[in-house]
């Protein structure tokens, strides 16, 4: 590699860097970021930047000054030997020193020097804003009423990193031929074509090939059974996931993040196949559906847990669709809430349980992963599994985004290609 590429390596990974420290910090406004940057660790890049953009501008300062304390010795100097001539010729001296007193340019000159002394040289907001400036350049984020709001683009980007970071945790490639299974909805033809079998779709005859085979046989079309081939058809799974983010207030920080980590993967590694669809939901004591870019936006509302309602929800959404459904179920907290209304562990159970039921009638397979082992979250794993009601994960937010691209990729294995 030469300097060049690697000089535009390492920016492009500083650029990940920055752009993860903007997104750990979404929903603050730039004072808020500013004086967060100023005392918190992991945003010593954005500081960097901020320092660089403050060093900049106290630099075009001095520039300023001296430049402008040229200019108004130069018209001093001007203005004495004005006043000197008019003396000489006779003037009158206190109209001299009113002209020099009243003198536009050298007035102007001075206020100039006064604004650039009044000006700070310590970091300030401004300066976080132009370190940001490059980002809103190159289209990664936006700068909204003293708010950063990441764009598509940028969440973009930012899945792609966290995809790749998990992989090389999993140790997968990112892409594949894979073998084929006989599970899945609808077909493509493939190029190849077999001798057709009873049961054989006519659709699916292979016109040309079964011509070719009469011709080799008779040396003319006379065709019989034997000459008859098919196109084989190749499988697929397309997968419609639910990814339902528990936003309650003991998910707070890094449970928080994971989950949204795991959305972002599973965004970047879904959108490899047009098919396939996920819809992401936020829920607390309501619940809320989120386009998967817009979660790096999002403030949270925290609150109690209707685990209930965010079920329904999802299922509500698919109940039409013909694909292979999967919903994964995100949370750390036992159910308490019902339409609203805080109803306690023991009657908010029956209402998931409930659901449950018609997610297996729906043919949604469940899969709730818990972020926390507290003895509701085990009894209520424990009701899920004897009933056979969908399965049940006890996890870290460390291996949270693991889990669920593992799983989603094991589910995928239907496919020829993905």
Not at 159 to 167: D, F, G, K, M, N
Not at 292 to 317: C, M, P, Q, W
Not at 322 to 335: M, V
Request: hydrophobic fraction near 35%; charge should be negative.
């Amino acid at each position: 590699m030469n300097t060049c590429e690697a000089e535009l390596c390492t920016r492009c990974t500083q650029g990940q860097d920055l752009l993860q420290q903007i997104y750990r910090s979404r929903g603050l406004s730039l004072e808020e970021l500013f004086r967060e940057m100023n005392y918190r660790k992991g945003l010593e890049g954005l500081k960097e930047k901020a320092q660089a953009s403050m060093m900049r501008r106290v630099e075009e300062k001095r520039r300023k000054v001296e430049e402008y304390e040229r200019r108004l010795k130069e018209r001093e100097e001007e203005l004495s030997f004005e006043v000197i001539e008019g003396l000489l010729e006779g003037g009158e001296a206190e109209k001299m020193i009113e002209r020099i007193l009243r003198d536009k340019v050298r007035l102007e000159l001075e206020r100039e020097l006064r604004r650039l002394g009044e000006e700070s040289e310590n970091l300030n907001v401004k300066d976080l804003e132009e370190g940001l400036r490059d980002y809103v350049e190159e289209g990664l984020i936006e700068l909204e009423n003293d708010r950063i709001r990441i764009t598509p683009k940028g969440a973009k980007r930012l899945a792609r990193e966290v995809l790749s970071r998990i992989l090389k945790k999993l140790r997968i490639g990112e892409g594949g031929t894979h073998e084929v299974e006989e599970v899945g909805f609808g077909a493509d033809l493939s190029t190849s074509s077999r001798k057709i079998e009873l049961g054989d779709d006519y659709n699916r005859i292979d016109l040309e090939r079964t011509l070719l085979s009469s011709l080799e046989r008779e040396g003319r079309i006379s065709l019989e059974l034997d000459d008859f081939h098919v196109y084989e058809e190749i499988k697929e799974v397309r997968m419609c996931c639910g990814l339902i983010i528990d936003e309650s207030g003991s998910m707070s920080g890094d449970k928080l993040d994971a989950a949204i980590d795991a959305a972002l993967a599973l965004s970047e590694l879904m959108r490899k196949d047009p098919k396939d669809k996920l819809k992401v939901y936020l829920f607390s004591n309501t619940v809320r559906e989120v386009p998967e870019h817009e979660i790096v936006n999002v403030s949270f509302a925290h609150g109690s847990t209707d685990i209930r309602g965010a079920l329904y929800a999802f299922r509500k959404a698919v109940m039409n669709d013909r694909s292979e459904k999967q919903a994964y179920l995100i949370t750390d907290t036992e159910p308490n809430t019902e339409d609203g209304r805080y109803v306690g562990f023991k009657d908010a159970i029956k209402g998931v349980l409930r659901e449950a039921i018609y997610y297996r009638e729906a043919g949604i397979t469940l899969n709730i992963i818990m972020l926390d082992s507290s003895p509701h979250l085990k009894e209520l794993a424990s009701m899920i599994a004897r009933k056979n009601l969908g399965r049940v994960f006890f996890t870290s937010p460390t291996r949270l985004g693991e889990l669920v691209i593992e799983d989603y990729l094991r589910a995928k294995k239907g496919l020829s290609f993905w």
